[in-house]
């Protein structure tokens, strides 16, 4: 199953880190952009996917995984969509676990239609994990569970945004906040699919921006394997995360998407190699506060 696999990559690397792909025109560097026509969605699309190639070969040996946020894409059309699932194609190729950030869901029949698409062996759009919103219950799931044994969906629980308390915090009659609720049910849905790592193939999306949360939601999914948002640019730091985790300094994978991929704005150093310099000043960080 692939937390298993992802738990033994970021073994090897000792690094917990997901780098977001979320990559839109004006985070490819001008060394990339000036040989594509970048006012067209073909030649930004062309571009992106070729910044996206760059930075796969060069954090592939020092990252594990890869998140790759659908919105940019579709922001350009058909090419922007073509550029998407290259990404990911080629992220598989180099070996790193591929995230598809899409949050689908939607009544069974339908989410059916969305795991085909994403979760299926040689799918069109093909991803090893999905995010999905498990808002619909149980029926808008299970689809996504079923369709595959192998891979997985982080389905969001607690979100990085400042405004998800507005829902996500509300207080149930029995006492419990919404998140713990859905918590409950995403640990409870992951039960039939326990890798050999002891996580479920239903993670979980808990925002490193929320630490006392995100700790409370980790004693109550001893199961759940957790994608944690908001490292970096959000505004959360290595010590923040620290309980999300499990203690042996695992469980959980962390994104950071413009803190790395448009590191290159804050040096006059090449974009790439300030990627992989961003990378690994955040596996630093991470490994001064984490087990690894």
Known sequence: MIFDTLAQAIGQKKNPTCVGLDTQKTHVPEEIAQRYDMHTQAG????????????????????PAVKVQVAYYETLGVPGMQAFVKTLQMAKQAGLITIADCKRNDIASTA???????????????TDILTINPYLGEDGVLPFLQANSEKAVFALVKTSNPSSVDVQDLRLADGRTVFEAVGDLVESWGRANIGTCGYSNCGAVV?????????????????????????????????DI??????????AVVNNSRGIIAAWRKTDK???????EAAQRMQEDLAAHLPL
């Open 270 to 276: 090449p974009a790439v190699e300030a990627a992989v």
């Open 112 to 126: 059916g239609a969305y795991a085909a698409a994403y979760l299926a062996d040689n799918a069109p759009m093909e």
């Open 242 to 251: 620290v309980g999300m985790f499990d203690e042996n300094g695992g469980g």
């Open 44 to 63: 930004a699309a062309d571009a992106i996917a070729a910044y996206n190639a760059a930075l796969i070969e060069a954090l592939r040996d020092i990252v």
């Open 207 to 239: 925002g490193a921006t929320h630490p006392t949360q995100g700790a409370l939601l980790r004693k109550r999914m001893p199961h759940t394997f957790f994608l944690l948002p908001g490292y970096g640019a959000q505004g959360a730091s290595a010590k």
